[in-house]
């Protein structure tokens, strides 16, 4: 199993406290035992652009694949997100992998003049399969060159789909690598099931088997007592489409507030259910936490229990 940090890009003091912060995070986790480094995207909210960070990333990193958890391709014209993603995959020298889902917040397609009519599986997969026209150098018009630059990998990055539930899962057998899941509430039997549904998913549709990866939000004790308030403040951050009184109902449950050794367990037991990679969330910004996990990591790393190579 491998490890992968995620960038604190949906943090409330992100900008004030500069962007020196995500370069911060970025080389520290490239430099450390983890796999990869993941970002997600939305819309209406004060998150960087997730194609624009993806370019800054693929500089300030060498040897972690980049993961994407989650872009939304309603939210993009395909043909566009297509030529930035394959862009993105170059200047990365082909550490790209691309978590696709098709979001949970209307808000962000009525941001961009996107049609709520579409935020369905079917359309997602429509637009993958244009991607996937693109990537494979198809002239989609009568242009003279087809869209360029080709992928760095061939046929396009790894897709993954985001996912909590089952539906998603049959319906991206199709197309899809894999899973990008996240558990809200760490029910380790609710994510083996997961996997053990999308197992059946890839077989029956005659693919190879999917890659496993599941993720949830993070804070590590201190010894203060502070890091179930410190999930419960990103969440209301976060969460702000819900009422207040939902997310605060939700966060005494919601991720991983606990000790090193607590988290130690939780990951040896996603490797127990054969997770390929898990993506720790963060639920602050100080750079400090990539290297309490790191330290962690990189012990398992040591006694061969994770898998700390990058792309």
Not at 82 to 110: I, P
Not at 128 to 146: C, N
Not at 212 to 241: E, P
Not at 288 to 303: F, H, I, S
Request: net charge negative; with cysteine.
């Amino acid at each position: 199993m491998q490890i992968g940090m995620t960038l604190p890009v949906m943090e409330p003091d992100l900008w004030s406290r500069g962007p020196d912060v995500l370069e911060e995070w970025a080389r520290a986790t490239d430099e450390g035992p983890f796999a990869s480094l993941c970002f997600g995207e939305r819309m209406a909210f004060d998150n960087p652009e997730t194609l624009t960070l993806l370019g800054a990333v693929a500089a300030w990193t060498s040897r972690v694949r980049i993961v994407t958890t989650v872009i939304v391709p309603q939210l993009h014209d395909p043909v566009l997100l297509a030529k930035s993603l394959a862009t993105g995959d170059q200047l990365a020298r082909g550490r790209l992998t691309v978590g696709f889902g098709v979001g949970g917040r209307e808000e962000d397609y009525r941001a961009v003049g996107g049609d709520l009519a579409t935020q369905t599986m079917g359309d997602m997969a429509a637009r993958v399969a244009v991607m996937k026209q693109v990537w494979a150098g198809e002239h989609l018009t009568d242009s003279v060159r087809p869209v360029g630059p080709p992928p760095a990998q061939s046929g396009g990055p790894e897709l993954l789909v985001g996912t909590m539930g089952p539906r998603t899962i049959r319906s991206a057998a199709a197309w899809a690598d894999g899973l990008a899941g996240v558990t809200l509430d760490l029910d380790l039997a609710a994510v083996g099931d997961l996997f053990d549904l999308a197992r059946r998913s890839w077989a029956d549709a005659g693919r190879p088997a999917p890659r496993l990866t599941t993720s949830f939000w993070f804070a590590l004790d201190d010894g203060s007592g502070t890091a179930r308030d410190q999930v419960h403040r990103h969440l209301r951050h976060y969460m702000n489409w819900l009422p207040e009184q939902l997310v605060d109902a939700m966060a005494p449950s919601t991720g991983f507030a606990g000790t090193p050794e607590q988290l130690r367990e939780v990951l040896d037991r996603l490797a127990d259910l054969g997770a390929d990679e898990v993506h720790l969330i963060p639920t602050g910004s100080d750079v400090a936490q990539v290297e309490q996990v790191a330290g962690l990591v990189g012990d398992l790393v040591d006694r061969d229990l994770v898998d700390g190579g990058g792309a």
